[in-house]
């Protein structure tokens, strides 16, 4: 049984994956790499592919190879809640070395948890310079992407034939999951698979204590088609909102650190190369055969 997986990115997508994986040994794990999976790997019934929807084109792009898996498992998370993690997360992918950036967002994100409402989520977006509306959201997290998201799954409910399963992330992070064990006839077993870069708070509801009514305004015609398909709450925030450091701030912090590192790694390793180029030259110049 070939079983391919699909959600928006920070949607839980990688953690369900592994969950899968984990319980179909021997089977070929393809991650966000669909077209390049082999027929003859397929033929064997054995993969199991997770796909993002990051991407308004997927479906156009990848079509004829969506018809090649047996069972589609489609996860979604309450929006709002993936705003609040893309924001936190994006640093990791959109600073990476530019550290003025780096350091006005933590600042304005520090600044949100000693006050939640006195600092927008869209602040905190444009610093990241990533926009809410574009229709080619390339950069993470991207956010705006509800609307293709939805109509990805519109065409393959109206146009591929293939049983469909649709989780929710908080029943996912709930383990509420005999659903899904009975529409892939598996038992899931324990994983120890480190998910500590991109997992974080492993709950919901969080956007309650971040967005603001200027957010709300915002986002609102954004997510209430994905809000209301998936039947989640209202738009009531809390009434004392709460940000955790340890769960923001600091965590991102950590992350655009730790992409900040990479960075110097990759650029010492460029030019080590460069330098080794330049003396190889240097010596078959001075050296001619």
């Not at 990476?96 to 006195?118: G, T, W, Y």
Request: hydrophobic fraction near 35%; include cysteine.
């Amino acid at each position: 049984m070939n079983i391919l997986i699909m959600g928006l990115p920070k949607s839980g997508t990688s953690g369900l994956a592994m969950m899968i994986f984990a319980a179909f040994p021997g089977c070929v794990r393809n991650l966000e790499r669909i077209q390049f999976t082999k027929d003859e790997e397929l033929a064997q019934g054995k993969v199991v592919c997770k796909e993002l929807i990051d991407h308004p084109n997927k479906i156009a792009i990848h079509g004829k190879h969506y018809v090649k898996y047996d069972k589609l498992v489609k996860i979604v998370r309450d929006p709002r809640d993936r705003l609040v993690s893309g924001i936190l997360y994006g640093g990791f992918n959109t600073i990476v070395n530019k550290l003025d950036v780096r350091d006005h967002f933590l600042e304005r994100l520090k600044a949100k948890e000693a006050n939640p409402m006195s600092v927008t989520c869209m602040e905190l977006v444009s610093i990241l310079k990533i926009n809410a509306k574009t229709n080619y959201p390339f950069e993470i997290p991207s956010l705006g992407s509800e609307a293709y998201f939805l109509n990805v799954i519109e065409n393959l409910e109206a146009n591929f034939n293939m049983p469909q399963y649709t989780i929710k992330y908080e029943e996912f992070v709930e383990k509420k999951l005999a659903g899904l064990q009975d529409f892939l006839e598996v038992e899931f077993v324990k994983t120890d698979v480190d998910f500590s870069r991109t997992s974080r708070t492993k709950t919901h509801g969080e956007w309650k204590n971040w967005l603001t009514p200027e957010d709300i305004e915002q986002f609102k015609p954004i997510f209430d088609p994905i809000i209301k398909k998936y039947n989640y709450e209202d738009w009531t925030i809390n009434e004392t909102p709460y940000i955790n450091p340890e769960k923001s701030s600091k965590w991102a912090e950590a992350k655009i650190n730790e992409r900040y590192e990479m960075y110097l790694r990759g650029e010492a390793a460029k030019k080590l190369k460069e330098e080794q180029e330049r003396l190889a030259k240097e010596q078959a110049q001075n050296n001619p055969s």
